[in-house]
């Protein structure tokens, strides 16, 4: 009883291995931040030094060229690539659907006596017009980031609207009477005219005058904006999203975090001085754990492990079945399979407690992979529909944690379920991998015996191109292929020898890739083809 009492009360030693927890890792090169659920990694953020994070970010830009075709627009915002300016994007924007739009007391809001569409974008926007954006989507692989005109500051409790007069209250929150509550607060709160607010899900309970100082710090941060805009010329970047553990205390630092850990002093400071302006049990949570015996923090609570599971092809599930996740272009394709999982007798209930298990990793992973886009998951085949209905209402349960928009469909007769991830930067995989230089990103290689087909055909062609001008070749291969070569591909070579004036002398390279081969004039020791 007492330890719970402490743990209310964020007193004594964090314990990572229960309740919600933010455990925070900073390095020179990089910052790491961590969403434990009861010792399970939920989120994994990582930000390294010289990482620009434009996503929030507003800008000062300059149309560059219009493309009807594409109704759409390309502006430059002073990076390598120009932004991508849908004339939707473009338009004041309707109410967002998540939210419950508010009608003030003694709004006089005028209708506009012309309705704008998005055939008249290109001509409030002409080329080399400057026009301030917002960046709704990071640049992903060779597409340059996505902008829009609807600007939003958000803040702790509120997003505040410059340009648009919405105001609204988060779906999320579901209580009718703490609506209500709510509904009054936005309805007295001092809003300049033309703007709008929202109170975002983390309002539910706060006090109004949480609401008047949050408010007033957008205000004050949106003058500064409006300076910057005016006293520079397009391309600029006239705000900037604060930094990861800026962000991780400002959208996660909630009552629902039972603590947070940190392995820099002067970072815990800054993360209690954050934490002091909400409130002071808040600040009690946030607790400083510098690394013990040279063992960082994430080995420390068992975190690394499955931060390198992340990127594995194949997640096992508790019952003994497993996922296997494949990133392409187009989609992120996820497999199913029953695996270990084959001790019930009865196969239809077997099937649905792999199904539904998946259901839940998935969601988990598509959190941790930070992967998003269309995802399409092939179940295992259950005949029943009630059967199917668990594993999709399982699946949705879960997303609700999920802050990213997401969109799932029933399961088609064949047994898919597909559903969209919102994706606002690059995955996990993408910020920290890079294709490989040998098998250029198609994690296949080239088997011994392709290899030793191809080099059989390239050496053909240059005995018949060299016969009266090279005597003896040297070829150098992977010691793979010259391990074919001695075997299984000898009697072949001896022929091909014979059907050339020199001998043919075979040598290996531990350092080649096996793709790479080259073949050389053994006199002049000068190559006469390679691979």
């Excluded at 594995?312 to 992120?332: F, H, K, M, N």
């Amino acid at each position: 009883m007492i330890q719970h009492i402490k743990r209310l009360l964020g007193i004594g030693k964090p314990d990572p291995s229960r309740g919600n927890s933010i455990v925070v890792n900073v390095e020179k090169l990089e910052r790491r931040v961590a969403l434990l659920e009861d010792g399970v990694l939920e989120e994994y953020t990582v930000e390294r030094e010289g990482d620009q994070n434009i996503v929030g970010g507003i800008f000062k830009g300059r149309v560059k060229n219009i493309e009807p075709g594409l109704k759409a627009m390309f502006v430059d915002i002073g990076l390598d690539k120009n932004a991508f300016l849908h004339f939707w994007d473009a338009i004041p924007a309707a109410l967002d659907g998540g939210l419950e739009e508010i009608q003030r007391e003694g709004s006089n809001r005028k209708k506009q006596q012309k309705k704008i569409t998005s055939k008249d974008i290109p001509d409030i926007y002409p080329i080399g017009s400057e026009i301030v954006i917002q960046v709704s989507k990071g640049p992903i692989g060779t597409k340059g980031p996505r902008v829009t005109t609807n600007i939003s500051l958000a803040g702790r409790y509120l997003v505040l609207m410059p340009f648009t007069e919405q105001f609204g209250i988060s779906r999320k929150i579901e209580d009718p009477k703490e609506r209500a509550r709510l509904r009054k607060i936005v309805q007295n709160l001092s809003v300049p005219e033309g703007m709008g607010i929202i109170m975002r899900t983390i309002a539910q309970g706060t006090r109004a005058r949480h609401f008047v100082r949050d408010l007033a710090m957008l205000l004050e941060q949106w003058d500064e904006i409006e300076a910057r805009r005016a006293n520079n010329q397009a391309p600029v970047c006239i705000f900037q999203e604060p930094g990861l553990i800026e962000r991780t205390a400002r959208d996660f630092l909630t009552d629902e975090i039972d603590q947070v850990m940190c392995d820099d002093a002067e970072t815990t400071e800054m993360i209690r001085n954050i934490a002091g302006k909400i409130s002071r049990r808040a600040k009690r949570r946030v607790h400083y754990m510098p690394s013990s015996a040279g063992q960082p923090i994430f080995e420390r609570i068992h975190i690394q492990k499955q931060i390198d599971e992340a990127f594995s092809r194949q997640v096992w599930l508790p019952c003994g079945g497993y996922i296997v996740i494949d990133e392409t272009e187009a989609l992120i394709a996820i497999d199913v399979n029953t695996g270990r999982n084959r001790g019930s007798k009865d196969v239809d209930k077997m099937i649905l407690e792999t199904n539904v298990e998946a259901a839940v990793e998935v969601a988990r992973q598509l959190r941790l992979r930070n992967i998003g886009g269309l995802v399409v998951i092939d179940l295992i085949d259950m005949r029943h529909r009630k059967d199917q209905q668990t594993v999709y209402k399982a699946i949705k349960d879960r997303l609700k944690k999920d802050k990213a928009k997401t969109q799932v469909l029933q399961i088609s007769p064949i047994g898919l379920m597909e559903m969209t991830r919102q994706r606002l930067n690059e995955s996990l995989r993408d910020s920290m991998y890079e294709p490989c230089p040998y098998c250029q990103g198609r994690a296949r290689v080239k088997t011994p015996m392709t290899m030793s087909v191809e080099i059989q055909r390239r050496l053909n062609t240059v005995i018949q191109k060299h016969h009266d001008t090279v005597g003896d070749i040297i070829v150098i291969v992977n010691s793979d292929v010259l391990n074919r070569f001695k075997s299984e591909d000898a009697k072949l070579l001896h022929e091909l020898e014979r059907s050339h004036s020199g001998r043919l002398i075979f040598r290996s390279d531990p350092t080649l890739n096996r793709e790479r081969f080259a073949i050389v004039d053994a006199t002049t020791e000068k190559t006469i083809d390679q691979g």
